[in-house]
């Protein structure tokens, strides 16, 4: 991780706001032959006491969890939209250009669960995304056979965080007036500049 002081948060609970905002993961691991793997799911952040743990489930017999079950150690990583910054919108010249960007990296062992946490995980995952309690939607508003029959295709489990580093790149190190300057001109951009730039105001 690109690990400089200046681009830090200003308190641990913007980390935390920035990874419940942004659930949708990569989770990195090795296989046995000690190639990497990697996979994109969503998950839930649970703070217990002063332990962080990331929650989340996996289809069974793929390569990174055949990966994760023998070698448990994992990265999952935090992201959201990033931008290009164009070197013209700062007052000092002849720097080159860059990209603003906020990451956080979470380092863990996974530990796969049973049945009856799959059971419910799937319930509080669900219900965290689906805004209405009574859409049939709702785990527990789907057919018993299709949501045993499907249970059997997944694992879940459960990660406490060991180590959580983050970047949030957002031209701290540039003066006032190039951070006006790349603010304003983000916030002309596309969705993704714009998402930058309120991050920058914030």
């Known amino acids: 991780m690109y690990d400089i002081s200046y681009y830090k948060a200003k308190?641990?609970?913007?980390v935390i706001d920035f990874m419940q905002a942004n659930p949708f993961v990569t989770i990195c691991?090795?296989?046995f032959n000690g190639f990497p793997v990697a996979t994109q799911i969503p998950i839930l952040i649970n703070q217990v006491n002063s332990k962080l743990i990331i929650s989340g489930?996996?289809?069974?017999?793929?390569?990174?969890?055949?990966?994760?079950?023998i070698n448990n150690n994992v990265l999952v990583i935090f992201s959201a939209p990033s931008a290009f910054v164009s070197a013209s919108w700062y007052t000092v010249k002849g720097i080159a250009s860059t990209w603003n960007y906020q990451s956080v990296?979470?380092?863990?062992?996974?530990?796969?669960?049973g049945q009856d946490h799959l059971y419910t995980l799937l319930s509080e995952l669900t219900a965290h995304f689906e805004k209405?309690?009574?859409?049939?939607?709702?785990?527990?508003?789907?057919?018993?056979?299709?949501?045993?029959?499907?249970?059997?295709a997944i694992i879940s489990f459960e990660?406490?965080?060991t180590d959580l580093k983050h970047v949030f790149k957002l031209s701290?190190?540039?003066?006032?007036?190039s951070h006006e300057n790349i603010k304003n001109e983000l916030s002309n951009g596309t969705s993704a500049c714009k998402h930058i730039a309120a991050a920058m105001k914030r």
Do not use: C
């Not at 308190?11 to 913007?14: A, K, L, P």
């Open 11 to 14: 308190d641990h609970q913007e």
């Open 29 to 31: 691991g090795v296989d």
């Open 57 to 69: 489930h996996l289809m069974r017999k793929q390569d990174h969890t055949k990966s994760f079950e």
């Open 105 to 113: 990296h979470a380092v863990g062992k996974m530990e796969m669960k």
């Open 132 to 152: 209405d309690p009574n859409a049939p939607t709702q785990v527990k508003n789907l057919d018993p056979t299709y949501l045993q029959e499907n249970m059997k």
């Open 159 to 161: 990660i406490e965080v």
């Open 172 to 177: 701290q190190n540039r003066d006032d007036a």
